[in-house]
């Protein structure tokens, strides 16, 4: 998750340097909900993964 989060974000700054507001804009959006996703998913984990299995 964090993968793809990197590359829309590689795709952003890219899409911004060549001028593609748009683009750049739309992929700065993904990559940021790509982002709290993944960092929730690593945080709801490492609590799951703490609990002692019965």
Do not use: D, E, K
């Not at 974000?9 to 940021?32: D, E, M, Q, Y």
């Amino acid at each position: 998750m964090l993968y793809w989060a990197l590359i829309f974000l590689v795709v952003a700054l890219v899409a911004g340097v060549l001028g593609l507001s748009g683009v750049a804009g739309a992929a700065a959006n993904i990559a940021w909900i790509l982002f709290i996703v993944g960092l929730v998913l690593a945080i709801v984990f490492f609590i799951r993964g703490r609990r002692p299995t019965i």
